[in-house]
């Protein structure tokens, strides 16, 4: 069997949106893959078998025929390096590559963390919102909005990786009902537009795991 016909193992968790970003890369590579679901919540992310995989445990992790990969964001890239057809989805051009670098890095670094500091202690712990984590979450969503001023997508006018891996968040903040995305008029638009762009590659489906995580969190806060 040639390489490009190996399927892919990809440990996976629904409600997780770095999960949904790879496997929604993997669909519109058109890759074969096995989807291995790993539920954090009941600790298979932290048995011996997947620490020897990842030992920072942290989902999702691929298996590409013996190479283990983590961070979404550098699957991401591997990805399209390895199987992409052309550089449409991650540029090779230096300056169009380093915008969506920039844009991975602000995903990476900036929105996803304010989305975990939010929402993490009502989901795990019960604790009640955070004025001052909401603010942290509005400053971020901000700074997307004014990204998005005057182009179609995250990195530029082309959908790119970028856009897998904002799309995943932000949907997932509209199924909880955290934040009115209708406020943040270019966020809201280029949601549109991008969920439009990934409805070939499965989105609806692979994204129920945001209505899951939403649900989950929305009861969690009527329980307070």
Same mark, same amino acid.
């Given at each position: 069997?040639?390489?490009?016909?190996?399927?892919?193992?990809?440990?996976?968790?629904?409600? =997780?949106?770095? =999960?949904?970003?790879?496997?929604?890369?993997?669909?519109?590579?058109?890759?074969?893959?096995?989807?291995?679901?790993?539920?954090?919540?009941?600790?298979?992310?932290?048995?011996?078998?997947?620490?020897?995989?990842?030992?920072?445990?942290?989902?999702?992790?691929?298996?590409?025929? $013996?190479?283990?990969?983590?961070?979404?964001?550098?699957?991401?890239? #591997?990805?399209?390096?390895?199987? $992409?057809?052309?550089?449409?989805?991650?540029?090779?051009?230096?300056?169009?590559?380093?915008?969506?670098?920039?844009?991975?890095?602000?995903?990476?670094? #900036?929105?996803?963390?304010?989305?975990?500091?939010?929402?993490?202690?009502?989901? #795990?712990? $019960?604790?009640?919102?955070?004025?001052?984590?909401?603010?942290?979450?509005?400053?971020?969503?901000?700074?997307?909005?004014?990204?998005?001023?005057? @182009?179609?997508?995250?990195?530029?006018?082309?959908?790119?990786?970028?856009?897998?891996?904002?799309?995943?968040?932000?949907?997932?903040?509209?199924?909880?009902?955290?934040?009115?995305?209708?406020?943040?008029?270019?966020? &809201?638009? &280029?949601? @549109?537009?991008?969920?439009?762009?990934?409805?070939?590659?499965?989105?609806?489906?692979?994204?129920?795991?945001? @209505?899951?995580? $939403?649900?989950?969190?929305?009861?969690?806060?009527?329980?307070?």
């Amino acid at each position: 069997m040639s390489e490009l016909n190996r399927p892919i193992d990809i440990y996976f968790f629904p409600p =997780s949106p770095p =999960s949904r970003a790879v496997l929604l890369l993997i669909r519109a590579l058109e890759l074969k893959h096995n989807i291995i679901t790993t539920n954090p919540a009941a600790g298979e992310n932290k048995t011996s078998k997947f620490l020897k995989l990842n030992p920072l445990h942290t989902i999702p992790v691929i298996n590409d025929n $013996g190479f283990i990969l983590y961070d979404s964001h550098v699957i991401l890239k #591997y990805l399209v390096d390895v199987y $992409g057809q052309d550089d449409s989805l991650y540029p090779k051009d230096p300056k169009k590559g380093a915008m969506v670098n920039l844009k991975l890095y602000f995903s990476a670094c #900036y929105l996803f963390p304010r989305f975990l500091e939010y929402h993490t202690p009502t989901v #795990y712990l $019960g604790h009640p919102p955070c004025d001052e984590a909401m603010d942290k979450l509005k400053d971020v969503l901000e700074h997307l909005n004014d990204f998005l001023e005057n @182009q179609n997508f995250v990195a530029g006018h082309e959908l790119t990786v970028a856009d897998f891996s904002v799309v995943t968040i932000i949907s997932t903040i509209e199924a909880a009902e955290t934040v009115n995305l209708k406020a943040f008029p270019n966020i &809201w638009v &280029w949601f @549109q537009r991008t969920k439009k762009a990934l409805e070939t590659f499965g989105y609806e489906q692979i994204n129920q795991g945001a @209505q899951v995580f $939403g649900k989950l969190y929305k009861n969690k806060l009527s329980a307070l």
